[in-house]
């Protein structure tokens, strides 16, 4: 038995007695995160959507006892110097704490299982969250190593939909990823993969995302993944994307194609305050080709709702100049409450589908031909306005 499948079992068995109200939701495949607020109030998410339980734990100090132990059994500390915990447990899963009086509730934990096995387009697609052709799509832009951002709020399956993109990538590439805990299981020959530490007491020896990102560019990468940018890194990735890495990827915390450039923008003025906004702001326009926007819908479906070309360069006003390839157009809702709707091209043609022609790649123009109904609700928008 492998040491990673040993410290799992024995964690699993650990588990059991630390978090023993919780521990039939923790088996339960249908359950993908158990949210604790407090000792008396425990929630789930069940297919997307969340649900509260009846469980709790006997009292505070039998929670904090739980968080305690986890904490401990991963080598990390989490007391009332350091009230926050954010860690990956040997089974995968992932573990987010935070102690009194930070937290007024009492203890919050949040726990996101570990999904097992390595999802792919057809698990989307399946889903619902991605139509085929747009699959495909999606599949040329990392063939044609398109520099690609994926947007989305918080727990909208941007790690997911980064797990199944840079597993497309050509395997005779050399790719690099690089997350503050370890999350991603890109699949492909020839894969590197680094973590930040975390520093002693006083911060001494920490290693951060902008550390690692320095030491893979002279570690001869073709492809840089960034798990989550969120911090002044955004410029390194930025940097790393302009000068000959293209092909690379990341995830950042937005709503739209649009914010997701104008979070970069942010966390890359933290990395350089010397450096013009108007300068940045040039540099992300030419490094960024692609934005992919997911969403968790309010039925609970995680869907992809656009898939935008970034063009590389700003207009007359200094704003980035964005183009819906494919976007998810909401048509209705049925009694139960599920959202109805479809992912549709727009009629945009790509700027780069010259690239795709003399690449002789699989996909013609008349793909992106919108349907009939979008553009009459167009024309009729048009007039209205
Ligand atoms: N397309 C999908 N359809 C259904 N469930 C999904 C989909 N993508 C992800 N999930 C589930 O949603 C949860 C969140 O996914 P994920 O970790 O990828 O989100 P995230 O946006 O990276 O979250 P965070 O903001 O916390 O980093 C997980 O339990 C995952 O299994
Ligand atoms: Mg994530």
């Given at each position: 038995m492998s040491d990673v499948k040993k410290d799992s079992t024995v964690f699993e068995d650990s588990i059991g007695?630390?978090?023993?109200?919780?521990?039939?939701?923790?088996?339960?495949?249908?359950?993908?995160?158990?949210?604790?607020?407090?000792?008396?109030?425990?929630?789930?998410?069940?297919?997307?959507?969340?649900?509260?339980?009846?469980?709790?734990?006997?009292?505070?100090?039998?929670?904090?006892?739980?968080?305690?132990?986890?904490?401990?059994?991963?080598?990390?500390?989490?007391?009332?110097?350091?009230?926050?915990?954010?860690?990956?447990?040997p089974d995968g899963s992932r573990i987010c704490a935070v102690l009194p009086p930070c937290s007024r509730k009492g203890t919050t934990m949040s726990i996101r299982k570990f999904q097992k096995g390595n999802p792919t387009f057809v698990d989307l697609i399946n889903r619902g969250s991605v139509t085929k052709e747009a699959a495909r799509f999606l599949d040329v832009c990392i063939f044609l190593a398109k520099?690609?951002?994926?947007?989305?709020?918080?727990?909208?399956?941007?790690?997911?939909?980064?797990?199944?993109l840079g597993s497309r990538i050509p395997n005779n590439q050399r790719v690099l990823v690089i997350e503050d805990s370890s999350e991603l299981k890109i699949n492909t020959d020839h894969v590197v993969f680094f973590e930040t530490k975390h520093g002693d007491e006083n911060g001494n020896g920490a290693v951060t995302i902008r550390d690692l990102i320095r030491s893979a560019l002279r570690l001869r990468p073709d492809r840089i993944v960034v798990g989550e940018v969120r911090g002044p890194e955004a410029l390194d990735l930025i940097s790393a994307?302009?000068?000959?890495?293209?092909?690379?990827?990341?995830t950042?915390?937005?709503?739209?194609?649009?914010?997701?450039?104008?979070?970069?923008?942010?966390?890359?003025?933290?990395?350089?305050?010397?450096?013009?906004?108007?300068?940045?702001?040039?540099?992300?326009?030419?490094?960024?080709?692609?934005?992919?926007?997911?969403?968790?819908?309010?039925?609970?479906?995680?869907?992809?709702?656009?898939?935008?070309?970034?063009?590389?360069?700003?207009?007359?006003?200094?704003?980035?100049?964005?183009?819906?390839?494919?976007?998810?157009?909401?048509?209705?809702?049925?009694?139960?409450?599920?959202?109805?709707?479809?992912?549709?091209?727009?009629?945009?043609?790509?700027?780069?589908?010259?690239?795709?022609e003399t690449n002789r790649l699989p996909f013609t123009r008349d793909k992106f031909a919108a349907p009939d109904w979008y553009v009459k609700m167009k024309e009729a928008d048009k007039k209205a306005a």
């Open positions: 007695t630390f978090l023993s109200p919780v521990t039939a939701y923790l088996a339960d495949d249908s359950v993908s995160e158990v949210m604790i607020n407090g000792p008396q109030e425990i929630f789930i998410e069940r297919k997307g959507l969340i649900e509260k339980t009846p469980a709790f734990f006997r009292d505070e100090q039998a929670l904090q006892a739980a968080v305690r132990n986890i904490a401990q059994f991963v080598g990390r500390r989490i007391d009332e110097d350091h009230p926050t915990l954010d860690a990956r447990l520099n690609t951002i994926i947007s989305g709020g918080t727990g909208s399956g941007k790690t997911t939909l980064l797990n199944v994307m302009n000068t000959g890495h293209g092909g690379s990827m990341g950042a915390h937005a709503n739209t194609p649009y914010d997701a450039l104008v979070r970069l923008e942010t966390l890359a003025m933290m990395g350089e305050s010397n450096v013009p906004p108007a300068a940045i702001r040039r540099q992300i326009a030419s490094a960024i080709h692609i934005v992919v926007q997911i969403k968790r819908l309010a039925d609970g479906t995680r869907k992809i709702t656009n898939i935008s070309e970034v063009i590389p360069e700003v207009d007359d006003f200094g704003r980035y100049v964005i183009h819906d390839i494919y976007k998810f157009i909401q048509r209705g809702r049925t009694q139960d409450g599920k959202i109805v709707g479809e992912f549709i091209p727009t009629g945009y043609i790509p700027s780069f589908m010259h690239e795709i």
